[in-house]
């Protein structure tokens, strides 16, 4: 499950929020097929909830970009070209870079910097990951980027930044479950949690520029792992909306 999966939306009921989770992660696991077309009424016994938080759910997904309306009524389940992944990659790069930048020009204080500092260091004794410690880490990875853009100081920045996570490989974790079958994936992590000290070193010096570099650097590591996956088939259908890739002909 991806950090866009487990979130809970602020400001929802439970059942609400519930329909929105489980309906993003099925999509984003493969269970419907690119160019299914989705209705309230099997979802509705498929997921055990009434049809408002449905079609609430199914409305939220098509704004995130995950499902397409359709006209005469229901939802088809999107798919994505590799220059579409690109893309979101590429603007989640520019917001975190952005958060880093604007995190070092507004720090106020270098105590600020515990909580993010707390999450590197918890994190360099699961790398690299295995099985076992996966979870934690990734909730580690996650905590750290959600860090770095809370000292952005910016409700703007991180709400255009949510729902650019919510796009299949764009969240910071999104490609971690690849990782640990990807050739050179010791290496790979590797690069990130160095990534991660040397923006929190940027942040703390007030070098914007510099830790604008790095983050956008560390976002590139996505691109780096999808282009690896997509020589593994069973890698890729591990990979979290790995199902709605839609992969040139060969």
């Given amino acids: 499950m991806n950090a866009a999966s487990r979130k809970i939306e602020p400001g929802m009921d439970t059942q609400n929020s519930r329909a929105l989770l489980n309906l993003r992660e099925l999509l984003l696991r493969g269970e419907f097929r690119p160019g299914e077309r989705l209705s309230e009424l099997p979802l509705v016994a498929r997921l055990g909830v009434s049809r408002t938080p449905i079609r609430l759910a ?8 995950l499902l397409e309306p359709v006209p005469s009524g229901g939802f088809l389940v999107r798919s994505f070209t590799l220059s579409d992944i690109w893309d979101a990659i ?6 975190e870079g952005t958060a880093a930048r604007l995190a070092s ?13 707390s999450f590197s260091a918890e994190m360099d004794a699961f790398v690299p990951p295995n099985e076992e410690s996966f979870p934690r880490y990734l909730d580690l990875n996650e905590a750290f980027h959600a ?8 409700p703007m920045l991180r709400r255009t930044l949510d729902r650019v996570f919510a796009l299949p490989f764009a969240s910071p974790s999104a490609l971690v479950f690849a990782r640990l079958r990807l050739p050179r994936a010791a290496e790979i992590i590797a690069i990130g949690q160095e990534h991660h000290h040397a923006i929190v070193e940027a942040i703390e010096h007030r070098q914007g520029t510099r830790a604008e570099a ?5 976002a590139r590591l996505a691109r780096r792992n999808l282009e690896a ?3 593994d088939q069973e890698v890729l259908s591990a990979v979290p909306g ?3 890739v839609r992969l040139p002909s060969r």
């Fill in 58 to 65: 199914l409305e939220r997904l098509a704004q995130e970009g």
């Fill in 90 to 95: 590429e603007m989640r790069g520019v917001l």
């Fill in 105 to 117: 020009e507004r720090l106020e204080n270098v105590s600020e910097l515990t909580a993010i500092r």
């Fill in 147 to 154: 860090a770095m853009v809370d000292l952005a100081k910016s």
């Fill in 214 to 218: 790095l983050a956008r650097e560390h």
């Fill in 229 to 231: 996956a997509l020589h």
């Fill in 242 to 244: 790995g199902a709605l």
